[in-house]
DNA sequence: TCTGGGGTCCTAGGACCC
DNA sequence: TCTGGGGTCCTAGGACCC
């Protein structure tokens, strides 16, 4: 049996933490730059919020104080998301941590043991230790634990637990899980499959192999056995190293002025190659890209990218800043107003098998120096103390957070004005 | 007026090899 | 008229996830 256990609403739940007295009231927390909503409490699900609404449309109802609002406060909810994982890994070694919200636990290993019990002691130490309600499904793959886990949050409000694991249980919650609600069936597959009269998760597996496997590819075929109980996703352990790594952002406003981009492309680049170091990789592709509004009718829209091959294969934020800004002059174009730009460092292997080259000048090495100071004296001082100069003074024009909560559990400065 | 960010996998088709 | 067989690698595009 594998659990799949998420925090409820978790962003919006993270906030609600250090501010009791946002306890049901309806909450949202909005996208990087307050674009759009991506987190609602239940109460604002209640009151017809969508996901990835934008936030001028629910305008009026914050104006008239119906609806609390927050920017994102990713230090926050990521710093909360260790501490859940630390919990959830006492209930059982063998983790799969799946996104900053989630993960799957895996106890096969435990016999047969009763799961109902198991998932309420996880929900009650996760909500004693760290204050966020989470939901927990089980079932023999991890397709059918997603789907106990959605079961448990729509149904089981009480106890906040669903188990799958008998045939008669699979049937029973596949026919009340409509497709679209299947992990790994997205909106064009269901869009295609309701087409063919398929409604539910249970209808899906009574589809022929050739048939899945023509339109959905063997993708499709795995769900399908995952439906009836065949594992055949397994468990990921050890996270993965990363095959490409990208930084971007929308800016506030549109702006043709090279300096900006240039300068928040160099923070865009200095960022991929933070990440790149974190996870001992080189990379031997940088790619640029930028574009205008893709909303804006009344302007022509302008979209367009350049990939640079590094020869000599680097994590250097000062390379990547310098490879950034060559591929940028190439794509940039004065007459456009630019709303989004971006760096993605791809062709990824690890640093220690960095290959040379008969003109390497031995740079690298000195930059590794610096690079390693430089990332350890971010690490115990906060936020980016040390940056390389062509990313600027400020990097806080970048990003519209109007409405973001303190840093609570990483800052204690911010906590400290906040008791004040 | 205002619309997020960061990933992965699979397949088809083209270019190339012997 | 008839035009081999068996591969690999790369890329673009389409699907998905949170």
Same mark, same amino acid.
């Given at each position: 049996?594998?659990?799949?256990?998420?925090?409820?609403?978790?962003?919006?739940?993270?906030?609600? #933490?250090?501010?009791? @007295?946002?306890?049901?009231?309806?909450?949202?927390?909005?996208?990087?730059?307050?674009?759009?909503?991506?987190?609602?409490?239940?109460?604002?699900?209640?009151?017809?919020?969508?996901?990835?609404?934008?936030?001028?449309?629910?305008?009026?109802?914050?104006?008239?104080?119906?609806?609390?609002?927050?920017?994102?406060?990713?230090?926050?909810?990521?710093? &909360?998301?260790?501490?859940?994982?630390?919990?959830?890994?006492?209930?059982?070694?063998? &983790?799969?941590?799946?996104?900053?919200?989630?993960?799957?636990?895996?106890?096969?290993?435990?016999?047969?043991?009763?799961?109902?019990? *198991?998932?309420?002691?996880?929900?009650?130490?996760?909500?004693?230790?760290?204050?966020?309600?989470?939901?927990?499904?089980?079932?023999?793959?991890?397709?059918?634990?997603?789907?106990?886990?959605?079961?448990?949050?729509?149904? &089981?409000?009480?106890?906040? #637990?669903?188990?799958?694991?008998?045939?008669?249980?699979?049937?029973?919650?596949?026919?009340?899980?409509?497709?679209?609600?299947?992990?790994?069936?997205?909106?064009?597959?269901?869009?295609?499959?309701?087409?063919?009269? #398929?409604?539910?998760?249970?209808?899906?597996?009574?589809?022929?192999?050739?048939?899945?496997?023509?339109?959905? @590819?063997?993708?499709?075929?795995?769900?399908?056995?995952?439906?009836?109980?065949?594992?055949?996703?397994?468990?990921?352990?050890?996270?993965?190293?990363?095959?490409?790594?990208?930084?971007?952002?929308?800016?506030?406003?549109?702006?043709?002025?090279?300096?900006? #981009?240039?300068?928040?492309?160099?923070?865009?680049?200095?960022?991929?190659?933070? *990440?790149?170091?974190?996870?001992?990789?080189?990379?031997?592709?940088?790619?640029?890209?930028?574009?205008?509004?893709?909303?804006? *009718?009344?302007?022509?829209?302008?979209?367009?990218?350049?990939?640079?091959?590094?020869?000599?294969?680097?994590?250097?934020?000062?390379?990547?800043?310098?490879?950034?800004?060559?591929?940028?002059?190439?794509?940039?174009?004065?007459?456009?107003?630019?709303?989004?730009?971006?760096? &993605?460092?791809?062709?990824?292997?690890?640093?220690?098998?960095?290959?040379?080259?008969?003109?390497?000048?031995?740079?690298?090495?000195?930059?590794? *120096?610096?690079?390693?100071?430089?990332?350890?004296?971010?690490?115990?001082?906060?936020?980016?103390?040390?940056?390389?100069?062509?990313?600027?003074?400020?990097?806080?024009?970048?990003?519209?957070?109007?409405?973001?909560?303190?840093?609570?559990?990483?800052?204690?400065?911010?906590?400290?004005?906040?008791?004040?």
């Amino acid at each position: 049996m594998y659990a799949l256990v998420d925090g409820n609403n978790f962003y919006a739940s993270c906030e609600r #933490v250090f501010k009791p @007295s946002l306890r049901d009231k309806p909450i949202v927390v909005l996208s990087n730059n307050d674009g759009v909503i991506v987190a609602r409490s239940n109460e604002a699900k209640a009151l017809g919020i969508k996901m990835g609404t934008p936030i001028f449309e629910i305008n009026k109802l914050v104006a008239q104080g119906k609806i609390l609002v927050f920017s994102s406060n990713y230090p926050l909810y990521g710093d &909360m998301s260790h501490r859940m994982m630390q919990i959830f890994s006492e209930f059982s070694p063998d &983790m799969e941590v799946y996104s900053i919200d989630e993960a799957f636990l895996d106890f096969s290993t435990f016999g047969n043991i009763d799961f109902k019990k *198991k998932g309420i002691d996880i929900k009650a130490k996760v909500q004693k230790n760290i204050g966020v309600p989470v939901s927990v499904g089980f079932g023999q793959t991890k397709t059918l634990a997603k789907i106990a886990n959605r079961i448990a949050k729509k149904f &089981m409000t009480n106890t906040g #637990v669903a188990v799958i694991d008998t045939p008669k249980k699979i049937e029973k919650a596949l026919k009340m899980t409509e497709i679209e609600d299947v992990w790994g069936i997205g909106r064009r597959y269901s869009h295609f499959l309701k087409q063919k009269g #398929v409604k539910t998760a249970w209808d899906f597996t009574q589809l022929s192999d050739t048939f899945i496997k023509k339109n959905m @590819s063997v993708v499709g075929l795995r769900t399908k056995e995952e439906l009836l109980g065949i594992s055949c996703i397994p468990m990921e352990f050890v996270p993965p190293t990363r095959k490409s790594i990208r930084t971007a952002r929308t800016f506030v406003a549109a702006t043709n002025s090279y300096d900006f #981009v240039a300068e928040a492309v160099a923070n865009f680049a200095a960022s991929c190659g933070q *990440k790149l170091r974190s996870q001992q990789s080189v990379a031997h592709l940088l790619t640029v890209f930028l574009r205008t509004n893709p909303f804006d *009718k009344k302007n022509p829209y302008y979209a367009n990218s350049f990939t640079i091959q590094i020869t000599e294969a680097s994590s250097s934020s000062i390379d990547l800043i310098q490879h950034a800004h060559k591929a940028l002059q190439i794509i940039f174009k004065k007459k456009y107003k630019y709303k989004k730009a971006g760096v &993605m460092v791809s062709g990824l292997q690890p640093d220690k098998h960095r290959q040379l080259t008969l003109f390497d000048d031995g740079h690298y090495q000195k930059h590794t *120096k610096v690079m390693r100071v430089m990332d350890k004296l971010n690490a115990e001082n906060g936020y980016e103390l040390v940056k390389i100069g062509a990313q600027g003074a400020s990097r806080a024009k970048l990003l519209k957070q109007e409405q973001r909560s303190s840093r609570y559990t990483t800052r204690w400065d911010e906590l400290l004005v906040i008791k004040c």
